[in-house]
């Protein structure tokens, strides 16, 4: 109906061009009609301005029409009281477009407000960039697990590990890549996975990081704890009958030498035979204890959280050491900020924890020339520290990847069980043991309570 009028109305001003025009070309036949042919010229041009001004001013709304779906501009109003009647509707039209048009821009802006919120609440690490290295998205996970404020490109995780980006660019979809990375005094262990998609020309790559390292310790020590268990069940059940038969024949040679005493049997070859079965004895004896007593290690009760002040615990403790610090000439200090300072944790577990490690600093300061233990305290965003630092001999990387491994023990004599059991105290309070040392530059050791 609109494009109806439109049509008639340019019909109707080109024939009255058309006219208007035939009646100009007659004058040229009757010289007398100068005047007559000057007013039709003139009249054939307002004619055409008129029809200018009616094509221009559709086809300018038109444009504007169209531009502001090109420029999303949502304010244009055609319909005013002074629009051309024959293009009323036409423009009533434009409004409810526009209008649906804006309506259909603010469910997409909630659309794109609740992916992103969703995007910034996940706890995994999401990175998506496209082929050039040019971060696309990035949530505040990510920003957390590496500690930075600020991505633009990959090519600025070169900070954090040297080839990280020439690897994120080669992840294809798909791909699961795990990694190591040490972090000032922390080691992660970074589970990657990739999927692409296809945006218009461009190859988005989506990549999520997962830092997986208690997950994998928590692992290790339920492995550890089932292999205990199984070698406790083993043990006990191949020491137990030899237990009971050594215990037996020794009773057995007792009672044979006490009425036999002239019995020329019981002299010497009866004296080794019950020194062997006393020593077969005696070892399996400490071999049903030594696992007995790591089986309970590992089975450690739950912790009883009391508010713990960390000043009054190291004073405690530092007075536990003074005498053999004095008597090997180590420097011990212990500094604690703030004083009041406090945590929620099992005092005793806590205790025992710092005790090995302490114990731990003295013996790798055995040939220290100026040996010294420091321990600091201290709480940043919630998170509260503990350091105990020694300048002693350090520790190599191949030995520090086993510290923490039941058993596993550089000192003679050592059951290499204090680390273990301080991880699994630490873990039961909800915390983490981390270890940062060189060689001949000395360890640092540091707890962290979380909350």
Known sequence: MVFKKFYLVVTIYILLILITSFAFAFTFVLEYMLITRYSLLTIILIEMIFLFVYLNRVNSDISRFLDSFKYQNNRLVFSRPKTITDFKTMY??????????????????????????????????????DESGKVILINNSFLKLFEIHHLSDVSGLSLIKTDLPDLLLQLRA???????????????????????????????????????????????????????????????????????????LLRS?????????????????LDNISQGLTAIKNRSFGLTSFVDRYRR?????????????????????????????????????ALVNPENLHINADR????????????NSIWALESAQKPAINISASSNNGVTTLEITDNGQGISDKI?????????????????????????????????????????????FSLKFFG
């Open 253 to 269: 040679i007792e009672n044979y030498v006490k009425d036999s005493p002239h019995d020329p049997v019981s002299g010497e070859l």
């Open 400 to 444: 520090r990847e086993n510290i923490f491994v039941p058993y596993f023990s550089t000192k003679e004599g050592g059951s290499g069980i204090g680390l273990s059991l301080s991880m699994q105290i630490m873990k039961l309070h909800g915390g983490t043991i981390e270890v940062e040392s060189k060689p001949g530059a000395g360890t640092t």
């Open 174 to 248: 798909g791909q699961n890549e795990l990694l190591t990375i040490r972090k000032n005094n922390s080691t992660m262990q970074i589970s990657l996975r990739v999927s692409m998609m296809k945006i218009e020309d461009r190859v988005i790559r989506l990549v999520s990081f997962q830092d997986i390292r208690h997950e994998i310790e928590r692992k290790e020590v339920e492995a550890w704890q089932k292999l205990v268990r199984v070698v406790n069940h083993e043990v006990i059940n191949s020491l137990s009958p030899v237990n009971l038969l050594s215990s037996t």
């Open 297 to 333: 290690s590992m089975q450690l009760p739950q912790p009883e959280m009391r508010k713990v002040n960390i000043n009054t615990l190291l004073s405690e403790i530092q007075m536990l050491f003074n005498e053999e610090m004095s008597s090997k000439y180590i420097k011990f200090t």
């Open 92 to 129: 009533q039209s434009f409004d409810r477009i526009i209008g649906e048009f804006e309506n259909v821009k603010i469910d997409k802006e909630k659309e794109y407000q609740l992916f992103t919120s969703a995007i910034q609440h996940t706890g995994i690490g999401l990175l998506g960039f």
């Open 348 to 359: 005793k577990m806590v205790e025992q924890v710092i005790i090995n490690l302490i114990k």
